[in-house]
């Protein structure tokens, strides 16, 4: 069975790396070096969430929580999540040692006893217009134990002030006259951004979401996966842009992931430089080929940037920091990935 890679980075110092098969990676000195060990022995890794050097949480594909309290080399079980549909998680949040969230396609669960028992929750059930079941989660952030922002992959943007217990819509992403979005990012419960699902346009509210304004839409990009922003100025965002030849002419078909920075708010963008593979030097097409596949910022599934400057990528197999705000990349980590086959047989 498949893993989808993950990346949490605590501090610059201390992060962790889960790769594409299951095991767990782990540095305390920038990515100098690495220890590796597994996460659940009988079941494959789903998600993860770390809150301090030793304590952290993680859900496998069998549905079982595990905490673990020496910075993830031995695990301990704490329950197992029961439901009447299949449990995809795609995010996992604590935001103290007692109050945590697992977000998956259509519903939160949460827990405010560390993770010993969690309850679910739909974004959907309290909001007098909603959307369809198929409309699914794509992003999700807490601020706290209290405040919460998802938005779903047709654009519409939701909020909790009681944990995720309520969720009240913000925005109606089925309406035509409002922009879609994907990938959701507060540094306040009044101040955020959200970026277009379609279209590479980003959108900024100064009342926690009950409206919204349409900033620039950078011509290059076709799609916006990740937004982040430091201060009410200065922010970066992961999308992919039309990619081009040597000569600077746009490929059909062909699109290239893109780092862009922005000092005035979201009003303009300006492009680092395209997430080019470390090793080769190429614009990344096939993500198995070992290129770059997102930019690590916080509170992203593989997103970190410790600072404006300093920050970390990952593939399935590979993890990469920059110190210049993504203009250049060392290779810090490489994991032999077992076949198919083997994978199968553990």
């Keep these: 069975m498949p893993v989808t890679p993950q990346f949490r980075a605590l501090n610059e110092r201390t992060a962790w790396f889960l790769d594409g098969a299951g095991r767990l990676h782990r540095t305390e000195d920038g990515g100098l070096s690495w220890s590796s060990h597994g996460v659940s022995p009988k079941a494959w890794p789903s998600n993860m969430c770390f809150l301090s050097e030793t304590q952290g949480w993680e859900i496998d594909q069998s549905s079982h929580v595990l905490e673990t309290f020496d910075g993830g080399r031995t695990w301990q079980r704490l329950c197992a999540l029961r439901s009447d549909g299949l449990i995809t998680p795609h995010e996992m949040f604590f935001a103290d040692e007692e ?63 009681d944990g995720g217990l309520t969720w009240e819509l913000r925005k109606d992403g089925s309406k035509k006259e409002e922009p879609s979005s994907n990938g959701i990012f507060f540094i306040n419960d009044k101040v955020g951004w959200a970026g277009d699902a379609l279209g590479g346009g980003v959108n900024h509210t100064n009342d926690g979401g009950r409206t919204w304004t349409q900033q620039a839409n950078p011509s290059t990009l076709h799609f916006i996966d990740t937004i982040f922003f430091f201060n009410e100025k200065d922010g970066l965002l992961v999308g992919a842009a039309s ?104």
């Design 99 to 161: 109050h945590g969230w697992i977000v998956t396609g259509l519903s939160v669960w949460r827990t405010v006893n560390g993770g010993r028992r969690w309850e679910e929750h739909s974004f959907e059930t309290n909001s007098v217009e909603t959307s369809p079941p198929e409309h699914e989660i794509s992003a999700c952030q807490f601020l706290d134990a209290d405040n919460g922002w998802l938005v779903t992959n047709e654009g519409s943007v939701y909020h909790t002030g």
């Design 243 to 346: 990619g081009q030849d040597a000569f600077g002419f746009t490929i059909d078909g062909v699109f290239d992931d893109v780092i862009m920075r922005t000092t005035d708010g979201g009003e303009t963008w300006a492009t680092q430089r395209p997430a080019l593979n470390p090793i080769s030097g190429e614009p990344p097409v096939d993500p198995d080929a070992g290129a770059l596949v997102t930019l690590v910022v916080p509170d992203g599934e593989n997103q970190k940037f410790i600072d404006s400057w300093q920050g970390w990528a990952a593939s399935d197999s590979d993890v990469y920091r920059t110190d210049d705000g993504g203009s250049s990349w060392r290779h810090v980590l490489h994991v032999d990935l077992p076949s198919q086959q083997q994978q199968e047989r553990r």
